[in-house]
């Protein structure tokens, strides 16, 4: 891609009346478009970034044998009704429609997956099932706020299993915590997981994950050296106390949820009447267990987490571009011309070699405005080529996430990358 | 993917009582689940054809330099007011929230992509643009019908396209119209583009893209000979006239209608005050093209024009898996190991050479049923693996749209696919 070509191209101004860090910077960088308070279009920057988020997703869950689904967003009224929670969940969206027929509008899927599973799971051997979705949801927030942070239409990726007995269940609620830090680790977010109170959910227990930033709506209570950590709702201990696990001091931190986890027992399996037969011909009730994670929040905790004062520094996995290739004009127009022929050779090769790369090719235009750009949108790795580096035929290689640029012969920066 | 991992499997029992093929052997085949009278959930194995589908979308519309952005569902009633459709358009959702602030559920995208357009597109170099979305939309229809090709909820891919001057849209225009029959192409589709007139737009013109088959709700007059169509709301020969392109006879057909492309020239422009500067210094006002595809509409469609009495016919590009492996079962225990181990080992073999490949792994059921089952589900190719075969060494090779199979070396087979 050209820069001169992009459509959402960055914008000079800064958008400092915004009130999160992640809006002001995915605003000015074009990656986002502000369409109304919690509702956002994502542009053609921004939704490859999310896109890249939805398939490590994607790739973790595979490993657990979770299968992917796509359920509605135009929800039955009567399951809501079956659940409870039609006058209960109080950001449920409710929408009327010419048949009278009344819909709630997709905040969260228990109430679709779970008879769902009832027509599919009949005998011991269907369990135990996880199925998940990456889906547009929802939420009827009275203040939608912190940019993608908390939105009135959001993506997430939920997961929902069932399992024949409790120890199965406890098994893959492991596996589900580990698999989402390896998620979070390819994310590059330094995550605690803490036991919390939970919603509108009747439950055994919840694990909630939280990116400690400013930018965050929860109170954590975390160990400065240790991976303990509680929610403050449900803490036993105060701010300044000795962890339990390693004897450092806890400390009260902001955090951003961008995941959680739910032991739903027998609660919406019960409601909805899911039944299988078990190797002994009973008849029993799956355990259900829900576990989500917010893919649009996690791009907005990136954010938050990963920044300087110059601009958004994407881990190397989700960077828009693998390369964002910079050449820098000179005022000889044969030079320039060269200048910019090496650009374009070197441009073809890299996509040949299978990388997506971004070419600031625009003309007349100075080496710092040019930077400042590269700052401001962050991806991981820069490659500039100007008349200094040229006569040596060499080009600048620069990792937005290091301070030092280093020199390569141009015929061999492709094999050092 | 094993059979008995799948999550979604085929049923028995025919569903004969629903009013549409493409319903019929979807839902038998365990592709989708219906929800709701117009709204489905997509099972693993439809989530998968769906996906392929978008796929090709992409890969045409990304060749035509269009860029891909991701648009919200909610949408601001005042947009929808400035348009003038806010009271127009009698399958727009109305959605009220908390916040006493009433929302448009969005049914199509113009209230959004031409704003957002007025935001990035200041000057003639900015132009043209094109941008385009594989997202959700809701039509609040009186009556939902015919499975999966009439819903309140469906996927769509929508184009939206700006220029400076007329000629530059109709060859933008033309663009379109060739990669939608390159789509269809690699979608097995024979699809007849036909002159209509055209809803709730002011245009010049729109072209429809219709599959003849009998599901179809709109009635074309269609050439039996050459590509010449109309649909007959607005032709001027009627059934059984001489083709005006051939001389060959005309003759009404029920068409099924995927796709459709307007000429909007400036009625969205206009309304959203769209205007850049062009090359002499004036304020100019774009001139815009819409151009749409039903996605989750195209897999019925395929379905409807390529099944038999059986089940699906998938064309290759779009088949949930590559390969269907069946092992029939042997009465001896010792034979049955040896044919279990062998198609295990090729499964493997398969999916390391970078196949997709379904194994129904069921043991102890009859030829007849597996046989049946790959039937309904219609995967493009078959590799069958029976006593009958292995004690020559051999697999059988099926094609699902073709009828002889053919025998190959086991060693062979993956050369011959």
Redesign the interface.
Known sequence: MKY??????PSKNKFRDLESINAELLIQGGFI?Q??AG??????LG?KV?KKVENIIREELNKL?A??????????KEKWLISGRWDNV?VL???????DKEYA?GATHEE?VTP?IA??VKSY?DLP?A?YQIQ?K?R?E?RAKSGILRG??FGMNDLYSFHRNQEDFDAYYKKVQEAYFKIFARLNLDVKMVEASGGDFTKKYSHEFHVLTSAGEDDILACENCSFAQNIEIASLKDGDKCPKCGSVLRIAKGVEVANIFDLNTKFTDAFKVKYTDQDGSLKVPLMGCYGIGTTRLVGAIVESSHDEKGIIWPREVSPYDIHLISLASRDEKINNDILQKTDNLYQELIARGYSVFWDDRNKISAGEKLKVADLLGFSTRILLSEKTLVKNKVELIKRNEINAKMFDISQIIDNL
Do not use: C, N
């Open positions: 001169t070509k992009l459509f959402g191209k478009h369409e109304m509702v956002y279009t994502w542009l053609p939704l999310l044998e299968q992917e689904i796509l359920m509605p967003a135009l929800q039955s109080d969206f409710k929408l009327p429609s010419q048949t509008l679709i769902l027509e599919y051997k099932v199925v547009t929802f009827d009275l009135r239409e």
